[in-house]
Nanobody, 118 residues
Framework: QLRESGPGLVKPSQGISLTCTVSGESVAMGAYYWTWIRQSPGKGLEWMGAVAYAADTYYNPSLKSRTSISKDASKNQITLHLDNVTPEDTAVYYC????????????WGQGTQVTVSS
């Protein structure tokens, strides 16, 4: 099970941290990509980035300069940091798990809403 949490409402130019708490599976085990995906109002899903089983990270080039993803095995969490947010970052943010070699995500969280507004 994956459960996201975040700040909810933030002001432009702030940085945000979102946490995905994983239960039933260790983030340190298995050949998985732990991924952050978001969906802005009226838009499709946007892949933001992932942290893989060896803690290597991958980012959407359009977000790379503002994004950092990490995992904490002691807390069994995946964390997304997004700097200098704008109203265009308003979205529902999801964490999801993908097994290496698969093209689909087998587990998703329920999502957490982040609204950027002054």
């Amino acid at each position: 099970q994956l459960r996201e949490s975040g700040p909810g409402l933030v002001k432009p130019s702030q940085g945000i941290s979102l946490t995905c708490t994983v239960s039933g599976e260790s983030v340190a085990m298995g050949a998985y990509y732990w991924t952050w995906i978001r969906q802005s109002p009226g838009k499709g899903l946007e892949w933001m980035g992932a942290v893989a089983y060896a803690a290597d990270t991958y980012y959407n080039p359009s977000l790379k300069s503002r994004t950092s993803i990490s995992k904490d095995a002691s807390k069994n969490q995946i964390t997304l940091h997004l700097d200098n947010v704008t109203p265009e970052d308003t979205a529902v943010y999801y964490c999801a798990r993908k097994l290496d070699g698969n093209a689909w995500y087998d587990y998703w969280g329920q999502g957490t809403q982040v609204t950027v507004s002054s």
